[in-house]
């Protein structure tokens, strides 16, 4: 393709950036560091427009990377309600989040229509701030449409975006583990149907992108998760519970 024409294709377009708090931003910031989440920006190429999912900890950076790269920031999108993912006070730390990015850039922040009041409550931001959004629905940045999914369980309205074969996780599913379901607003049996059915449609060779660095890798395919991850090991819901409840 030559450099000066536009790209041809929806991947072509698909701008997809996985940056790890405390490495790729943040650098020494000692919280940052601990938790190691991963916030990812998702953009077009053409229009440079671009999201940004579960932006924290040093949000200004964030959006300065991204002008840099000659992207506006048109959105947020938000997998849960927790502060090292969305901002707040994180026991008695307080975490730049979405406030802060409204400030900078203000826009609306999908989320999940049972996660309204959480993620009000966590980061102060008014019902207005909000984009709230049903499983399925798909919002689109530029020509990328990411889709939405409802993945209840570590939190009630935790979700999974799924862009061009890519999955963001966001907590409810690492490439070891899943999100824990004994915090406020966490299911065990909610969480097991999110993975055992709600994300059953998501086929095996999609890379999972997840929301922390709890591996040496930092993705791998759906299937080879599927493969090895022991939360994929109970054959039905009562064993699930047994291990996980």
């Not at 449409?145 to 369980?153: F, K, N, R, S, V």
Request: proline share 7%.
């Amino acid at each position: 393709m030559d450099r000066h024409s536009p790209p041809s294709s929806l991947e072509d377009r698909l701008d997809f950036r996985q940056l790890l708090a405390g490495r790729d931003f943040a650098v020494g910031d000692p919280i940052a560091g601990q938790m190691a989440n991963f916030v990812y920006r998702i953009g077009d190429r053409v229009t440079k427009e671009a999201v940004l999912v579960d932006p924290c900890y040093a949000v200004n950076e964030l959006v300065d990377q991204a002008e840099q790269d000659g992207y506006r920031i048109v959105g947020a999108l938000a997998t849960h309600y927790h502060p090292d993912h969305v901002g707040g006070d994180l026991f008695g730390h307080p975490l730049q989040g979405i406030r802060e990015l409204l400030t900078r850039c203000p826009c609306r922040v999908h989320a999940q229509r049972a996660e309204a009041p959480w993620l009000q409550r966590v980061t102060g931001c008014s019902q207005s701030d909000l984009a709230l959004h049903d499983s399925g629905d798909v919002v689109q940045v530029g020509a990328i449409p990411i889709q939405l999914i409802h993945t209840p369980g570590h939190t009630p309205g935790s979700q999974c975006f799924l862009v061009q074969n890519r999955l963001v996780a966001g907590d409810t599913l690492f490439l070891q583990g899943c999100g824990r379901t004994d915090l406020p607003g966490g299911d065990p049996r909610q969480l097991y149907l999110s993975l055992s059915q709600r994300l059953q449609a998501v086929p095996d060779d999609a890379v999972l992108y997840p929301g922390h660095l709890y591996d040496p890798r930092s993705s791998a395919s759906l299937g080879e998760t599927r493969r090895s991850n022991f939360v994929f090991k109970p054959k039905s819901e009562a064993e699930w519970l047994q291990m996980f409840g």
